[in-house]
């Protein structure tokens, strides 16, 4: 490690032009390449790619085209009733509007047993397409849909029935809410869709109602349409990130003023920046507090506002820069800083088009972790080399010697932590092997900007001062000669009074926080992703608590599904189906139970039911049931070949049966059961094991037969990273811990440094899962990746403090003088940098989709919490390492300070 500091000290000092040019080099090809890595369409394949809930969804699209999308229409009246003459009203104009209009083009053909648009007032208007008489009053609706009702197949009587809200009442009939669907056919194409999704909404809008009803349309494919919104937010928010960490960077780099005037202009150029970040803010802000802030502000449109905030921070940079020569040092060290950071993002980017051209979720969270290190390796090395020049050192000795001495700790926080997130290049979770090696490869990018590029750049610049005697070093001292790290100083009372009592505490909110771990819950909604001011979400929370109305599961089946023993066993799953919880079914008068939805036996059945009411039978699919051997339980022998019941059945139905069976090279290969289930996203895993166990039975007959659908694809996603996560935890601290103890064993004979450096990391970790807990904070997707960024910041924050520690313990034989004057540099140096990060992202937490707030909350933090650790808890846990070695008499812990006084260290 010392090689290599060295060799790069070497290098900025001899040939610092040569690390500006090809930075930016660098730079120019990887920042081009950076920009084409953009996250994938299909996020769930980078978590589950070989899981089977996914091919088979990807089988059915391939096999029987792309799936329809529903658009569901909730009525609402001023009555409390929507079973009235309004609502029939409201519900013919609907239909008109959305047939009439752009939206027709694309919506799926009516038949017998589907329909286009289905109103919660189908029965009326089914009653009054066979003749009945318009209705002229709400009792005459209500006798008209009572009737109707009687008259629609026992079968679709509960999809009818759904289209009511809770507390709907079919016999007397009457409901607060009604539902509408309306189905239109999907496409391959993301944008396409949402296009079609506008299109019907806009139609809806379009629709004539009378005063008394209100139409809320509501898709998935809507919340997609309205995507340039959250991304307009996303942006807001981030570029707000950005300002407020410039802000506070320009504060912890300040060089004390010695003039009013400076100090003026100081103030001046800081409230500039402050109001630059209100103006980005006050948009969100206003959205998030209607009440209390104008509503004109939410409408203010983001590249005037970021116009605006660019002009005002300019204007401060440029007037410290031409007015003030301490400023113009705090300008230079700022947006040098900032710059180096956009530089590791960008190399980091064009590294991942490169090695995988997708970017997956989890990826799209790594900025957040360099910048958080870009920030804590920059003020360490600004840090150390103000504190040189300040001593009388010449540039290019304060550039070597921050590097030398800064750099050593840094080669080992990098070199740990990138080792510890390499470990999930093995993981068989596509998106978690990716982030392990982006991460490795953005802080080993950060590492070596930050020891190159900015001592550089920072050197060409005070050189030429120098020479021309223009450097002014004063106000440059750290330390003791600023607030926060004299602040962060005295806290040197715990390990030096307290260590004990420290230690102690420590480990038991360590045990709380385990606790609290345990009790984690796991959730995925993408109802978390609409923002909470839309008025999608209000509409998508009230039909989700409100409504019955039934999505579709699907079981794939796949094999020889045209041999005797196949349909005995697709019959007998399909029969079990209907025990399983949330799986909608209907009871026949004969006492027979059957699962409702477009399955293939259900369409099947209805073909062959001979019954005197059923206007679907086919006598000529009958006989030739019959010559297979089809039975009164509907069953075949087992060695029978029923391809030619199929092949009368596709002959005389292609339609019906085009959604159901698959033909492929002269055989038929594939069947598809949709079940109308309402298990939701709260119930996916339940009812995916439930019909899985209902169609073991065409799995023991030699059929591949799993159950898939969205929620359920979620629902896996979501445990499949959940599960990893512990394994990819244990790993990452384990290489960390192991490179850590054979660091410490090679450079000072102890071992034992290595684990007390990595305990306080994995007392973080707990602390940060059990506030989750307490805070009622899901496990998700993005709240995932919050262990990783505290090990991520964690690792280094406590190198920091162990490293200066055994600097300033070569120096002072008296351990506690050394503490606290490691907690005044270093200590005082990660507080600027955590409050740095803290501020900058703690801004998320005004986000209105409920993942980013939770997410800016828990980064704030999980950085305070790390920052807790590593100028608190680990100092202790050091001092009692080393009275434990002083009262066992062993003098080789001063075997530092020994050398010193003889002037025999470096």
């Given at each position: 490690?010392?090689?290599?500091?060295?060799?790069l000290?070497?290098?900025?000092?001899?040939?610092?032009?040569?690390?500006?040019?090809?930075?930016?080099?660098?730079?120019?090809?990887?920042?081009?390449?950076?920009?084409?890595?953009?996250p994938?369409?299909?996020?769930?394949?980078?978590?589950?790619?070989?899981?089977?809930?996914?091919?088979?969804?990807?089988?059915?699209?391939?096999?029987?085209?792309?799936?329809?999308?529903?658009?569901?229409?909730?009525?609402?009246?001023?009555?409390?009733?929507?079973?009235?003459?309004?609502?029939?009203?409201?519900?013919?104009?609907?239909?008109?509007?959305?047939?009439?209009?752009?939206?027709?083009?694309?919506?799926?053909?009516?038949?017998?047993?589907?329909?286009?648009?289905l109103?919660?007032?189908?029965?009326?208007?089914?009653?009054?397409?066979?003749?009945?008489?318009?209705?002229?009053?709400?009792?005459?609706?209500?006798?008209l849909?009572?009737a109707?009702?009687?008259?629609?197949?026992?079968?679709?009587?509960?999809?009818?029935t759904?289209?009511?809200?809770?507390?709907?009442?079919?016999?007397?009939?009457?409901?607060?809410?009604?539902?509408?669907?309306?189905?239109?056919?999907?496409?391959?194409?993301?944008?396409?869709?949402?296009?079609?999704?506008?299109?019907?909404?806009?139609?809806?809008?379009?629709?004539?109602?009378?005063?008394?009803?209100?139409?809320?349309?509501?898709?998935?494919?809507?919340?997609?349409?309205?995507?340039?919104?959250?991304?307009?937010?996303?942006?807001?928010?981030?570029?707000?990130?950005?300002?407020?960490?410039?802000?506070?960077?320009?504060?912890?780099?300040?060089?004390?003023?010695?003039?009013?005037?400076?100090?003026?202009?100081?103030?001046?150029?800081?409230?500039?920046?402050a109001?630059?970040?209100?103006?980005?803010?006050?948009?969100?802000?206003?959205?998030?507090?209607?009440?209390?802030?104008?509503?004109?502000w939410?409408?203010?449109?983001?590249?005037?506002?970021?116009?605006?905030?660019?002009?005002?921070?300019?204007?401060?940079?440029?007037?410290?820069?031409?007015?003030?020569?301490?400023?113009?040092?705090?300008?230079?060290?700022?947006?040098?800083t900032?710059?180096?950071i956009?530089?590791?993002?960008q190399?980091?980017?064009?590294?991942?088009?490169?090695?995988?051209?997708?970017?997956?979720?989890?990826?799209?969270?790594?900025?957040?972790?360099?910048?958080?290190?870009?920030?804590?390796?920059?003020?360490?090395m600004?840090?150390r080399?103000?504190?040189?020049?300040?001593?009388g050192?010449?540039?290019?000795?304060?550039?070597?010697?921050?590097?030398?001495?800064?750099?050593?700790?840094?080669?080992?926080?990098?070199?740990?932590?990138?080792?510890?997130?390499?470990?999930?290049?093995?993981?068989?979770?596509?998106?978690?092997?990716?982030?392990?090696?982006?991460?490795?490869?953005?802080?080993?990018?950060?590492?070596?900007l930050?020891?190159?590029?900015?001592?550089?750049?920072?050197?060409l610049?005070?050189?030429r001062?120098?020479?021309?005697?223009?450097?002014?070093?004063?106000?440059?001292?750290?330390?003791?000669?600023?607030?926060?790290?004299?602040?962060?100083?005295?806290?040197?009372?715990?390990?030096?009074?307290?260590a004990?009592?420290?230690?102690?505490?420590?480990?038991?909110?360590?045990?709380?926080?385990?606790?609290?771990?345990?009790?984690l819950?796991?959730?995925?909604?993408?109802?978390?992703?609409?923002?909470?001011?839309?008025?999608?979400?209000?509409?998508?929370?009230?039909?989700?608590?409100?409504?019955?109305?039934?999505?579709?599961?699907?079981?794939?089946?796949?094999?020889?599904?045209?041999?005797?023993?196949?349909?005995?066993?697709?019959?007998?799953?399909?029969?079990?189906?209907?025990?399983?919880?949330?799986?909608?079914?209907?009871?026949?008068?004969?006492?027979?139970?059957?699962?409702?939805?477009?399955?293939?036996?259900?369409?099947?059945?209805q073909?062959?039911n001979?019954?005197?009411?059923?206007?679907?039978?086919?006598?000529?699919?009958?006989?030739?049931?019959?010559?297979?051997?089809?039975?009164?339980?509907r069953?075949?022998?087992?060695?029978?070949?029923?391809?030619?019941?199929?092949?009368?059945?596709v002959?005389?139905?292609?339609?019906?049966?085009?959604?159901?069976?698959?033909?492929?090279?002269?055989?038929?290969?594939?069947?598809?059961?949709?079940?109308?289930?309402?298990?939701?996203?709260?119930?996916?895993?339940?009812?995916?094991?439930?019909?899985?166990?209902?169609?073991?039975?065409?799995?023991?007959?030699?059929?591949?037969?799993?159950?898939?659908?969205?929620?359920?694809?979620?629902?896996?996603?979501?445990?499949?990273?959940?599960?990893?996560?512990?394994?990819?935890?244990?790993?990452?601290?384990?290489a960390a811990?192991?490179?850590?103890v054979?660091?410490?064993?090679?450079?000072?004979?102890?071992?034992?440094?290595?684990?007390?450096?990595?305990?306080?990391?994995?007392?973080?970790?707990?602390?940060?899962?059990?506030?989750?807990?307490?805070?009622?904070?899901?496990?998700?997707?993005?709240?995932?990746?919050?262990?990783?960024?505290?090990?991520?910041?964690?690792?280094?924050?406590?190198?920091?403090?162990?490293?200066?520690?055994?600097?300033?313990?070569?120096?002072?034989?008296?351990?506690?003088?050394?503490?606290?004057?490691?907690?005044?540099?270093?200590?005082?140096?990660?507080?600027?940098?955590?409050?740095?990060?803290?501020?900058?992202?703690?801004?998320?937490?005004?986000?209105?989709?409920?993942?980013?707030r939770?997410?800016?909350?828990?980064?704030a933090?999980?950085?305070?919490?790390?920052?807790?650790?590593?100028?608190?808890?680990?100092?202790?846990?050091?001092?009692?390492?080393?009275?434990?070695?002083?009262?066992?008499?062993?003098?080789?812990?001063?075997?530092?300070?020994?050398?010193?006084?003889?002037?025999?260290?470096?």
């Amino acid at each position: 490690m010392k090689t290599l500091v060295n060799s790069l000290a070497t290098a900025v000092r001899k040939l610092p032009w040569v690390v500006v040019a090809v930075t930016i080099a660098v730079s120019l090809v990887l920042g081009n390449l950076g920009s084409k890595f953009v996250p994938s369409e299909d996020q769930n394949e980078s978590f589950a790619p070989d899981a089977a809930e996914l091919t088979a969804a990807e089988r059915i699209g391939d096999l029987f085209g792309g799936t329809a999308s529903r658009m569901q229409v909730m009525t609402s009246s001023s009555t409390g009733d929507v079973i009235t003459l309004d609502g029939l009203l409201a519900a013919n104009a609907l239909d008109q509007s959305v047939r009439s209009g752009p939206a027709g083009e694309f919506l799926v053909k009516d038949t017998p047993q589907s329909f286009a648009i289905l109103s919660y007032l189908a029965p009326v208007q089914f009653a009054i397409q066979g003749g009945a008489p318009m209705p002229t009053s709400d009792a005459e609706v209500k006798a008209l849909y009572t009737a109707g009702l009687e008259q629609i197949p026992p079968e679709s009587r509960p999809f009818v029935t759904g289209l009511l809200s809770d507390d709907g009442d079919p016999n007397s009939a009457t409901s607060e809410l009604g539902l509408t669907a309306i189905s239109y056919e999907g496409s391959d194409d993301f944008d396409e869709l949402a296009n079609r999704a506008k299109a019907v909404a806009e139609s809806v809008a379009l629709a004539e109602v009378p005063g008394t009803i209100t139409l809320e349309p509501f898709s998935q494919e809507l919340i997609f349409a309205s995507g340039d919104d959250f991304q307009e937010e996303i942006l807001r928010l981030f570029a707000s990130a950005g300002l407020i960490i410039l802000l506070v960077l320009a504060t912890v780099f300040l060089v004390k003023p010695s003039y009013r005037k400076d100090r003026l202009l100081f103030v001046g150029g800081v409230a500039m920046m402050a109001s630059a970040v209100a103006i980005v803010v006050a948009p969100a802000l206003a959205l998030v507090l209607p009440d209390l802030l104008p509503s004109s502000w939410a409408d203010a449109t983001l590249g005037s506002v970021l116009s605006i905030a660019a002009i005002l921070y300019l204007v401060a940079f440029l007037m410290w820069t031409f007015t003030s020569k301490k400023l113009r040092r705090t300008t230079s060290d700022t947006v040098l800083t900032f710059i180096t950071i956009l530089l590791a993002i960008q190399w980091m980017s064009g590294y991942g088009y490169l090695r995988f051209e997708d970017q997956s979720q989890m990826a799209q969270i790594l900025p957040i972790l360099l910048i958080g290190l870009g920030v804590d390796y920059s003020i360490h090395m600004s840090t150390r080399y103000r504190q040189e020049l300040s001593a009388g050192s010449s540039v290019d000795r304060s550039v070597s010697v921050a590097i030398r001495t800064v750099g050593i700790a840094l080669v080992l926080a990098t070199l740990t932590t990138a080792v510890g997130f390499l470990t999930n290049v093995t993981s068989a979770i596509p998106a978690l092997a990716e982030f392990g090696e982006l991460a490795a490869v953005g802080i080993s990018f950060s590492f070596l900007l930050m020891l190159t590029f900015v001592p550089a750049v920072r050197q060409l610049l005070d050189r030429r001062a120098e020479r021309r005697g223009r450097l002014d070093t004063e106000g440059l001292e750290g330390g003791e000669g600023r607030i926060l790290p004299r602040i962060i100083g005295r806290t040197a009372v715990l390990p030096r009074q307290f260590a004990v009592a420290t230690v102690i505490v420590a480990l038991v909110l360590t045990g709380v926080g385990a606790f609290g771990m345990t009790k984690l819950s796991t959730k995925f909604s993408f109802l978390d992703f609409v923002p909470t001011t839309s008025p999608l979400r209000d509409t998508a929370v009230t039909l989700d608590q409100r409504f019955d109305f039934p999505e579709t599961t699907s079981v794939l089946v796949q094999g020889d599904i045209a041999a005797g023993s196949a349909w005995n066993a697709m019959l007998a799953s399909y029969l079990d189906a209907a025990d399983v919880e949330t799986v909608q079914s209907i009871t026949t008068p004969n006492g027979l139970t059957f699962p409702t939805g477009n399955t293939f036996m259900g369409v099947m059945f209805q073909l062959l039911n001979p019954a005197p009411d059923n206007d679907q039978f086919d006598p000529e699919l009958f006989n030739t049931a019959l010559t297979v051997g089809f039975d009164q339980q509907r069953m075949v022998p087992d060695g029978a070949d029923v391809s030619p019941m199929y092949d009368v059945a596709v002959a005389n139905h292609p339609e019906r049966l085009a959604g159901v069976l698959v033909q492929e090279n002269g055989a038929y290969s594939a069947a598809l059961f949709g079940f109308d289930t309402t298990a939701g996203e709260a119930g996916a895993e339940r009812v995916a094991t439930g019909l899985n166990a209902a169609f073991q039975p065409s799995r023991d007959a030699g059929l591949e037969a799993i159950a898939t659908s969205n929620f359920i694809i979620g629902d896996l996603v979501v445990r499949t990273l959940r599960n990893s996560q512990v394994s990819s935890l244990l790993l990452t601290l384990g290489a960390a811990l192991l490179l850590l103890v054979i660091n410490f064993w090679f450079e000072s004979r102890r071992p034992m440094l290595g684990v007390i450096t990595t305990l306080p990391v994995v007392m973080v970790v707990l602390w940060v899962f059990g506030l989750m807990a307490a805070f009622g904070i899901p496990f998700g997707p993005i709240t995932a990746t919050i262990s990783a960024i505290g090990i991520g910041v964690g690792i280094p924050y406590m190198i920091h403090v162990t490293h200066r520690y055994l600097e300033e313990r070569a120096e002072r034989a008296d351990g506690d003088e050394a503490m606290e004057r490691t907690l005044t540099f270093t200590g005082g140096a990660l507080a600027g940098s955590a409050i740095t990060t803290i501020a900058g992202f703690g801004i998320l937490i005004i986000s209105t989709t409920i993942p980013f707030r939770q997410f800016g909350f828990v980064i704030a933090y999980t950085i305070l919490l790390a920052t807790s650790a590593a100028v608190l808890v680990l100092p202790s846990m050091l001092a009692l390492w080393d009275r434990f070695h002083r009262n066992r008499g062993d003098v080789t812990i001063d075997a530092y300070a020994v050398k010193a006084a003889l002037g025999e260290s470096d």
